[in-house]
């Protein structure tokens, strides 16, 4: 009898082990829910089984179930006081669920069991970097690789602080040496490579291109969205991009696609979400649009995802919200259901796939409808958007497939402009010589990002300084690499240096319009056009020669300049494109009857005028609520003029 209940035991443990290794299968290919079945099999003939405890709960915070891990861990905790992996485990569950402070004391106590507990070390420097404690986690990071050496996940988090901090020469130096001990570690490739352009430094640029979107159609997470908008305009590449990206961070549950019901009232309540209500260029855009909003129809609420410092803008923004609420430190899911306790209708969402995001919140519905607006140029790979504000250049029909979101379409152009306070004055306080360009020459200007300049956008540049001898490019000083490697750049095309003139930011807004009035022709970037320097520009009244691509992102500016009347300044190749730059060079007269043709357009173009964008704009909410209130669901939108 003894000998029965001893082999019915044993039966019992290989039945849960059984389970376990099961579940650990699944865990391993990411089939979160069919591992948490098997482990919670396991857990149930195996009651106390620590192994199963530290998996279970980890499987569970995969599945944003964070109040069941809780539970689980704690009561595993009890059991087991001392065991460092649940306190790590239960951290993460702290972290997911935006609580960092009990997520850093989680982790402490875990280093406090075991001080060479390595990824205790890391995770802990992850919340003090969430957390604003740039010193004390460089410390943590740095202690997690003393103690492990080889640990990559450890140089990368170190990495991407160092970029943050604009360390950037730092920031290379950890991404190589993550990539080089684990160079199939999520997002590595993509970030080291949008580094290097940020830095200009293109050495085997066409090959780690050529690699990550290999690594991207094979179903490997090799890169963060936005850093593929500057390396290709392949609508299907971007497409998967987001969706890898999405599947991979947000699980998909039915509480997200419960939405809330219409509820009768006087007025409309706009959520606008963002951690970038700072100088920031999506905050330059919008100042205008959330200030003309028709306030007899509309509630305009504000939902700041990070707390900055003040400046004009902030404090111009703050005003322009009828309630403006700090929610840094809510979890998404708190943030979600402030967002419905407010009466929330439309929840927009300025933030897309961008440093500092939230994405999570729209997961839970933060409001009946939810819009992709403004701070993201392109999908966002997720039915959680319902729209994506656009227009007719920037996404054509033909093109309406790749987007996970329905497409509402602006007349004109999508992007909103700030004229308020944004005047041309007739005496500038600016001249040639003091900018440092030179009196009797050409002035070719691009004000982009470095990471928007491409060795083959570069190449044209250079093709276009030796092609127009009386010429200077005039380009913003991004940082001290980028200037130093473009131009040693230009040198291998035998450019003197000195026709190379770089401009250092201006904070101030109206200051940096007048300056660019001293350019003769602005050089757009390609795949990734500029889109707030562009507008700038053309409000400056210089001409913008641009390619047009595919993507959203790279027909931005050929949108703006349609709507200008100027299509004849938009190419569809390089090749075109430098011809069109060398056509103007040669008519002076011409670039100045462009220049005088924006100086009356401003004045008149619809692109141009706040308060009729914001009209369209609030037209385009209506209507998403019109068709959500006849229990209709989301359809592409043509606003009419």
């Known amino acids: 009898m003894h000998e029965n209940k001893i082999n019915e035991n044993i039966n019992i443990l290989n039945k849960a082990r059984d389970y376990f290794m099961h ?18 099999k396991s857990l149930e003939l195996a009651p106390n089984r620590l192994s199963t405890f530290i998996n279970l709960s980890a499987v569970l915070i995969k599945l944003e179930k964070f109040n069941n891990a809780y539970e689980l861990l704690t009561n595993a905790i009890l059991l087991y006081p001392n ?9 993460n569950s702290y972290k997911e669920m935006g609580r960092l402070d009990e997520a850093l004391q989680s982790f402490n106590y875990a280093i406090k069991i075991n001080y060479d507990y390595a990824e205790a070390h890391l995770n802990r420097g992850v919340i003090l970097q969430e957390m604003g404690k740039w ?24 990495g991407l602080l160092m970029e943050k901090l604009k360390h950037f020469d730092d920031a290379l130096e950890n991404f190589k040496i993550a990539i080089k001990i684990k160079d199939d570690l999520e997002n590595l490739p993509g970030e080291l490579l949008h580094l290097k352009m940020n830095m200009s430094i293109w050495e085997d640029y066409e090959l780690n291109v050529s690699n990550i979107i290999q690594k991207i159609e094979n179903n490997h997470r090799a890169s963060p969205t936005f850093p593929i908008l500057g390396i290709t305009d392949s609508l299907t590449i971007h497409q998967k991009t987001t969706e890898l990206w999405v599947k991979e961070t947000y699980i998909i549950s039915k509480k997200n696609k419960d939405k809330e019901k219409f509820k009768e009232k006087n007025k409309i309540t706009i959520g606008y979400y963002s951690a970038d209500f700072k100088e920031h260029p ?41 309630k403006f609420i700090e929610v840094e430190g809510y979890s998404d899911l708190e943030i979600a259901d402030l967002s419905k306790s407010l009466g929330v209708d439309i929840a927009v969402d300025l933030q897309g796939h961008t440093q500092g995001n939230r994405f999570g919140i729209f997961k839970y519905r933060a409001a009946p409808i939810q819009v992709n607006y ?25 093109s309406q497939k790749y987007y996970s979101e329905k497409i509402c379409y602006l007349p004109y152009s999508y992007m909103p402009f700030d004229n308020s306070n944004k005047k041309n004055s007739k005496n500038s306080k600016f001249n040639r010589y003091d900018l440092g360009l030179p009196e009797n020459k050409l002035v070719l200007a691009s004000f982009n990002n470095s990471y928007k300049i491409t060795p083959n956008i570069f190449k044209v540049w250079m093709s276009l300084l030796n092609k127009i001898e009386n ?3 005039w380009l913003a000083a991004n940082n001290k690499w980028s200037v130093s490697n473009l131009i040693n750049e230009s040198q291998k095309w035998s450019i003197d240096p000195s026709r190379i003139i770089f401009a250092q930011r201006l904070t101030d807004v109206v200051d940096h319009l007048e300056r660019q009035k001293f350019a003769d022709l602005m050089l757009d970037t390609s795949p990734y056009n500029g889109h707030t320097t562009t507008i700038d520009a053309l409000w400056s009244g210089v001409p913008v020669i641009s390619v047009e691509g595919e993507g959203f992102q790279s027909r931005v500016a050929g949108s703006l300049l349609k709507n200008l009347g100027l299509g004849e300044l938009v190419a569809h190749s390089q090749t075109d494109y430098e011809a069109k730059a060398i056509e103007l060079s040669k008519k002076p007269e011409k670039i100045e009857s462009i220049k005088k043709f924006l100086k009356n357009e401003i004045n008149v173009n619809p692109l141009f005028n706040t308060k009729l964008y914001t009209g369209y704009l609030e ?14 669901p989301p359809e592409h939108i043509y606003v009419n003029k």
């Open 23 to 40: 579940a650990l299968n699944m865990y391993e290919n990411k089939k979160y829910i069919d591992a948490e079945k098997f482990y919670l």
């Open 83 to 91: 065991n460092e992996v649940l306190h790590l485990n239960l951290g």
């Open 135 to 158: 010193d004390k986690a460089l410390a943590s990071f740095n202690k997690a690789i003393e103690l492990n050496s080889n640990y990559a996940e450890s140089y990368y988090c170190r």
């Open 282 to 322: 999506v905050s330059y855009l919008i100042a205008g649009v959330l200030e003309s909003h028709d306030r007899e129809k509309f509630s305009i609420l504000g939902f700041s995802l990070k707390k900055q410092p003040q400046s004009e803008i902030r404090n111009r923004l703050i005003k322009s919200f009828d």
């Open 374 to 398: 403004l701070g993201y140029p392109g999908t966002l790979g997720s039915f959680n958007l319902d729209y994506i504000i656009a227009d007719l250049n920037v996404i054509p029909v033909k």
């Open 471 to 473: 010429s200077v490019l």
């Open 619 to 632: 037209n385009a909410y209506s209507e998403m609520l019109a068709r959500h209130i006849e229990n209709l």
